[in-house]
């Protein structure tokens, strides 16, 4: 689909999609490996709010951390892509070989699911 | 034939985002302190929401994504945090002017206080959202909206004078109050264009599996939808200007709003204004609780869908909930609703160049939208559109606090 692939403007905060497509968050950082003299190569993807509020600064991901010591619902504060599980690269979305559900994006979308919102009646349309 | 039936989302996004609370409140006072003078305004918001709305429907026709998403994508997280947590603040504080009007207007029909209203139509509202899917929201919504046509009928069984109604059309200095004059002028644009019309606007049509082959679709559901909601408004100040200003009436307050249809419906014409005024709420609290689920959604990339069953889209189903919670306690600890109202206009009217810039640069992006990208015209237009949205931004809160009352 693209003839180059800018980094910053083709792949970071690019929606991420898992095998089936259901929505699994976004590329909320991009990590790559230095090696001696060989070229430089994205080593992996991050994921997660203690991501985003690094890229804000320090500070905001020390305090994030810090609430994630109280409330944490999620069982790792980044969840780390390996390239390896990278399928496809659309202009739409970037799709994963993973399934969304047993990742730790769905931590909390899973959380919320079996303690909220499956408690609501009407929640699933077949009920 | 389906593709005719997409009119409902320009309809819908019309009832809702144009012709809400905030127009009631701007046009009727227009109406009723400048007779037909400020017009204008009407029509120069009306050409410019057009204009952003074809834009972000055909943005979301060519590439499947909605604003949000997209711009969250382009211009990366650090760029979106302050104008998606402005956003935020002002999606609460709409959904709250939205819950005020739907409470007042149950108030006019019953004569209780509003307070007694508020949680029970915000649960109502979210019981609504929680079972509903896109298009029963749409086609219900906008059906009951037709209702608000009777500002039209009665615009036009009180004959007005055509040339002043013409003369309004064109802008002009005001013989007294300037500062009042201009604080409506800049609260009708300020109530039209609202932001979340056009993060709404193409979160639905991705809703609606909007493709490349819907982009003329999109342009005469914008003309159509929008063109609706400016013909009701005019309506409304034209009424206003008839009824309401030579007997003095300046409103101050929803009450006397209320009075202006019993001079054309003399048996209901004051339940005939609630009923209207509650439908045309009820639509924009669906679409700024929606509005705000879609962009906290596509902020984060989480799954959304208004078609999905809230166990599929947790977290999407609980902001939606959650804003309509908090909404409802504007109203629950006894806020004046026109002051919320004229309130929220103003600093919606401020934060406009964050949503007008993103999306000229948005829809210059060729190796997105390729042929789809705006055209010569459309540039100088929402260029014309930027400047115009600095000056509201700089100009709305001063004018608030000199002319706002």
């Known amino acids: 689909m693209f003839e180059e692939l800018d980094m910053v403007r083709d792949l970071l905060d690019k929606q991420l999609v898992d095998a089936d497509g259901t929505k699994m968050g976004r590329i909320d950082g991009i990590v790559l490996a230095l090696d001696g003299d060989k070229q430089p190569r994205i080593d992996h993807l991050e994921l997660g709010f203690a991501v985003l509020a690094r890229r804000l600064h320090p500070r905001a991901e020390q305090w994030l951390l810090a609430l994630r010591r109280r409330w944490s619902v999620r069982k790792s504060a980044r969840q780390i892509v390996p390239v390896s599980k990278v399928m496809d690269i659309t202009e739409e979305h970037i799709q994963l070989d993973l399934n969304a559900l047993e990742t730790p994006a769905f931590d909390w979308e899973r959380w919320l699911r079996d303690h909220i919102v499956s408690k609501i009646p009407g929640s699933r349309s077949e009920q | ?405």
């Open chain 2, 1 to 405: 034939m389906k593709k005719a039936m997409t009119l409902a989302l320009g309809i819908l996004t019309a009832v809702g985002g144009f012709f809400d609370i905030g127009n009631i409140a701007t046009c009727v006072q227009a109406g009723a302190r400048f007779r037909y003078q400020l017009i204008w305004s009407m029509v120069l918001a009306t050409i410019v929401v057009i204009l952003l709305i074809e834009m972000s429907g055909r943005f979301a026709c060519a590439t499947k994504k909605a604003l949000p998403d997209a711009i969250r994508e382009h211009f990366g997280f650090g760029f979106w945090l302050v104008p998606f947590l402005i956003l935020t603040v002002i999606h609460i504080l709409v959904l709250g002017a939205e819950i005020g009007g739907i409470c007042f207007a149950l108030h006019l029909l019953t004569g209780y206080p509003l307070q007694v209203f508020a949680l029970p139509v915000a649960v109502l509202l979210w019981v609504f959202l929680w079972r509903a899917t896109f298009s029963a929201i749409e086609n219900s919504t906008s059906v009951l909206g037709l209702i608000t046509l009777c500002f039209v009928v009665a615009a036009i069984w009180l004959h007005p004078p055509t040339h002043e109604v013409l003369q309004g059309a064109l802008p002009s200095m005001p013989a007294t109050n300037p500062e009042n004059y201009w604080f409506i002028a800049v609260s009708i644009i300020g109530a039209v264009i609202a932001p979340f019309l056009f993060y709404f606007y193409s979160s639905g049509a991705v809703e609606d599996n909007w493709d490349r082959s819907y982009i003329p679709v999109n342009r005469a559901v914008a003309v159509i939808g929008m063109g609706f909601g400016s013909v009701i408004s005019i309506a409304a100040i034209i009424v206003a200007a008839v009824v309401l200003a030579p007997r003095g009436i300046r409103v101050d307050d929803y009450h006397q709003a209320a009075l202006m249809l019993i001079q054309v419906f003399p048996y209901w014409g004051y339940e005939l204004f609630a009923v209207s005024m509650a439908i045309a709420c009820v639509g924009a609290a669906i679409e700024v609780a929606l509005s705000m689920a879609y962009t906290f959604a596509q902020t984060f990339g989480w799954n959304w869908g208004e078609d999905l069953d809230p166990a599929e889209d947790a977290r999407f189903s609980l902001v939606y909930t959650l804003a309509l919670l908090g909404a409802s306690l504007f109203m629950l600890v006894g806020v004046d609703p026109l002051k919320l109202t004229l309130l929220t206009m103003a600093i919606s009217a401020a934060v406009l160049p964050f949503v007008a810039i993103p999306m000229l640069l948005l829809m210059n992006d060729r190796k997105l939208l390729r042929d789809a990208a705006n055209g010569v015209f459309s540039n100088v237009a929402t260029a014309a559109i930027v400047v115009l949205t600095i000056v509201l931004a700089v100009v709305s809160i001063p004018l608030m606090v000199v002319g706002g009352s």
